[in-house]
């Protein structure tokens, strides 16, 4: 037992609320398989929410010019897309040790008598897995989680086969979500700190996941990936409402901070991208102010990516970077990108159009708290079937992700929004991929080692 609650408190890094919500679970401390499901799936929530909320997001959102590198590392290596196999070896560490090695443990401890959690953990899973293979290419997974039987050089599966494990998974989840509460010997509640166990909302957010991983498919496969998009849309039940959508949860106070505002706080190396900042003033977009903090002058800047040294530029704002702000994983409006895009690639333009302007808008009023104003509407959100465009649907997706990985994974496999990589880099080009981690070129014979930051992952043809 001891063990358990150590691994917990190692994964709940972010939060301080631990304590507090292991009284609020009630759970018996006599019961360890009831202590085991409502630890793991706490801590592996935490931990995936430090993996899509922190370093790597703002590392990819440098890239994609959200935000810009104005001191230490983020200046010097980051914004120079000066990147060796040291530089992530604590991501990968904690993708694996910190975090999915725990999600399979409990998806194995949920065994067939708790399906709901087996459904969360597998929806977990198929997060990190995509996070992992999106940003490293081929990944160690049917072989990964075998230490403890002496296996701890595992193989690497292919790109390809994930995405095809990541679907699997996904659907094997659904099938847990379709069970009854009888079916479940235990059942989440409020160690879920997502969904307080509502599985009709993880079911929704399985569904937009599939539509994901089947949309990244869009150089490979460009009409049957958006066919199963949308036929995995069609089944997702979406409704525009907030509270459906997956978000990072932050309590705001001790380490349960907003990893943005907790790293602006402690290192502040970062300040907004001038690409993302002048594109919003040029639009008149009503989510600026959220999005981006007041600049030393009293209005809104971002720094150059040749001129990422200009700290009087505008922090992140108190939208994504205050110490309680919600941050998006799995969201309405990123489904009706999807939507959209699909639709355009099949020719369905009025379909895509529509779909379009019903992301946007429901972008800017979740943001906001507001409906879109009616000028920034009309001229940025009522597309037609003969103006709808990809480098629409993309760039005005790149706005809506902000803080999120997507938009990377976007320009990689769209080549928009036409961004212009830092002529001062290391190479003038803006990487493709991670590189692999030291640890594993030294360790372990059986990876599949990558160094070259401008080799494509396998979707990215």
């Given amino acids: 037992m001891k063990k358990i609650i150590s691994t917990f408190i190692i994964l709940c890094v972010l939060s301080s609320s631990c304590e507090k919500k ?5 759970i018996n401390p006599n019961d360890p398989e009831t202590v085991n499901l409502s630890l793991l799936l706490g801590g592996a929530e935490v931990a995936t929410f430090a993996n899509y909320t922190g370093d790597l997001a703002r590392v990819t959102n440098l890239f994609t010019q959200h935000i810009a590198g104005v001191d230490a590392q983020y200046q010097e290596e980051i914004a120079r897309y000066d990147l060796n196999d040291q530089t992530f070896v604590n991501h990968w560490r904690n993708m694996y040790n910190g975090t999915m090695v725990n999600i399979d443990r409990l998806i194995k401890d949920s065994g067939t008598e708790n399906p709901h959690y087996s459904g969360i953990g597998k929806v977990l899973m198929a997060m990190n897995l995509g996070l992992t293979t999106d940003l490293w290419g081929d990944v160690p997974y049917s072989d990964a989680f075998k230490g403890l039987e002496g296996n701890i050089t595992p193989n690497y599966d292919t790109q390809e086969s994930i995405i095809t494990s990541i679907q699997q998974l996904l659907d094997a989840a659904i099938t847990d979500f379709d ?26 957010a399985a569904y937009i996941l599939k539509a994901r991983y089947s949309n990244r498919l869009s150089q490979i496969d460009p009409t049957g990936s958006a066919t199963q998009a949308l036929q995995a849309l069609s089944s997702a039940g979406l409704a525009n409402d907030p509270d459906a959508d997956m978000m990072a949860l932050f309590f705001g106070t001790g380490t349960s901070l907003n990893q943005w505002s907790a790293f602006m706080s402690e290192r502040g190396y970062i300040r907004m991208g001038k690409y993302f900042v002048d594109k919003m003033i040029a639009s008149n977009d ?5 999005f981006a903090a007041s600049d030393e002058a009293g209005g809104y800047s971002g720094a150059g990516v040749s001129d990422q040294s200009n700290v009087e530029t505008s ?12 941050l998006p994983l799995v969201t309405y409006p990123e489904a ?3 939507e959209a895009e699909a639709n ?3 020719g369905n333009a009025s379909a895509a159009a529509t779909a379009f302007n019903e992301a946007v808008t429901a972008s800017v009023s979740r943001v906001t708290g507001a409906a879109a104003p009616a ?3 009309a001229a940025v959100a009522s597309e037609t079937a003969g103006t709808i465009t990809l480098e629409k649907i993309i760039s005005q997706k790149h706005v809506a992700l902000f803080t999120q990985i997507e938009p990377y994974n976007d320009f990689r496999r769209t080549g928009l ?9 290391v190479t003038p080009q803006i990487p493709l991929r991670l590189p692999s981690s030291a640890e594993e070129r030294l360790y372990n014979p059986n990876a599949t080692v990558v160094t070259d930051i401008y080799t494509p992952v396998w979707w990215d043809k």
């Fill in 417 to 425: 929004p036409a961004l212009t990589p830092n002529p001062n880099g």
């Fill in 336 to 338: 009706k990108f999807i």
């Fill in 315 to 326: 922090p992140p704002g108190p939208g994504v970077a205050s110490n309680d702000s919600a």
């Fill in 286 to 290: 009503p989510r600026l102010p959220f």
């Fill in 375 to 377: 000028a920034f509407t």
């Fill in 344 to 346: 355009l690639r099949l």
């Fill in 22 to 26: 292991l009284d609020e679970y009630a």
């Fill in 179 to 204: 069970q009854p509460v009888t079916a479940n010997t235990f059942i989440p509640a409020t160690d879920d700190i997502i969904f307080n166990g509502d599985v009709a909302r993880w079911k929704t």
